[in-house]
């Protein structure tokens, strides 16, 4: 199978089919660190790859997206109060 590695990209051929899992103990990979795909699927640890397949190993980011000033939810309205007669 081919392995495509992202950051920094490279490509890996292994032989035989094997589980996710086993493929990435043998790279020296964290499941939890990154994405696996094949094709248009992404695929789980426990799954078997095949000779044939490639799969490509993507980093997963985390994080979350900072809002730039001026930017996000306006400013409340203020509570309007009813007029006493």
Do not use: W
């Not at 199978?1 to 089919?17: A, F, S, T």
């Not at 094997?18 to 789980?44: A, N």
């Not at 980011?61 to 109060?81: E, V, Y």
């Amino acid at each position: 199978m081919k392995v495509i590695l992202r950051n920094p990209r490279r490509e890996v051929e292994m032989p035989g089919e094997r589980r996710v899992k086993d493929v990435l103990r043998e790279l020296d990979i964290l499941p939890e660190t990154v994405l696996v795909i094949r094709g248009d699927e992404l695929i789980t640890p426990d799954q078997v790859v095949r000779d044939a397949d490639i799969i490509e190993l993507r980093p997963v980011m985390s994080g979350g997206s900072q809002i730039a000033p001026g930017a996000g939810h306006p400013p409340t309205a203020p509570a309007l109060r009813p007029s006493l007669p």
